[in-house]
Nanobody, 122 residues
């Protein structure tokens, strides 16, 4: 059974950067897509970014293109989300997900982490 653990959230000033990490345990990410969703109070859950573990394919929502980058750390079975130029719209709970298909549809993801809070001060 795959388990996901996020880390790296916290408080950052507008314009700053954070790097989120999603570590797998129980099994590897092999054969899976790994991504990030976020949800802020009063807003719908939103797909942020994702990648296929075994290929270079990546997917980003328009709001983060050019600012966020997803990467894979093979040796640690970990996926990172580098977030730059953060603004108030990026403040949310970020959850790591994994599933068979790289998509923005949350229903396609089988595994979900507990989430990590990102707060942006202005």
């Amino acid at each position: 059974q795959l388990r996901l653990k996020e880390s790296g959230g916290g408080l950052v000033q507008a314009g700053g950067s954070l790097r989120l990490s999603c570590a797998a345990s129980g099994r590897t990410f092999s054969g899976l897509a790994v991504g990030w969703f976020r949800q802020a109070p009063g807003r719908e859950r939103e797909f942020v970014a994702g990648t296929r573990w075994s290929s270079s394919r990546e997917l980003y929502t328009d709001a983060v293109k050019g600012r966020f980058t997803v990467s894979r750390e093979w040796a640690k079975n970990t996926v990172h989300l580098q977030m730059n130029s953060l603004n108030s719209e990026d403040a949310a709970v970020y959850s790591c997900v994994a599933g068979p298909t790289l998509t923005s549809d949350p229903n396609e993801y089988t595994y979900w982490g507990q989430g990590t809070q990102v707060t942006v001060s202005t």
